[in-house]
C-alpha cells in the first residue's frame, strides 16, 4: 500500500511537487508485482494515465474492474 501512496503522491497534481509521472509509473508497477491486485491496478492505471499511457492506463483499470464481485461498484 505505501508504494501505492507514493505512486500517487507523484501522479496527483500536474505542475507541483512532487509531480512525476514517470516515478509514479514505477512505484506503482512495483507495488502491482510485489502484491498484485485492485488498489495496485488502480495506482497503475492512474500513474500511466499522468504518464500519457492511454493504453496502458486501460488494461490497468480494466484488470482492476476484474476484481470486482458482482454488483460492487468499482
Known sequence: DLLCVLAGLHAAAPGRPPYRPDEAVALARRAAALEP???????????????????????ALRRQRSYARDGDFV
Do not use: I, K, M, V
Open 37 to 59: 491486485g485492485e488498489r495496485a491496478d488502480q495506482s497503475l492505471g492512474w500513474a500511466l494515465y499522468r504518464a500519457g499511457d492511454w493504453r496502458g492506463c486501460l488494461d
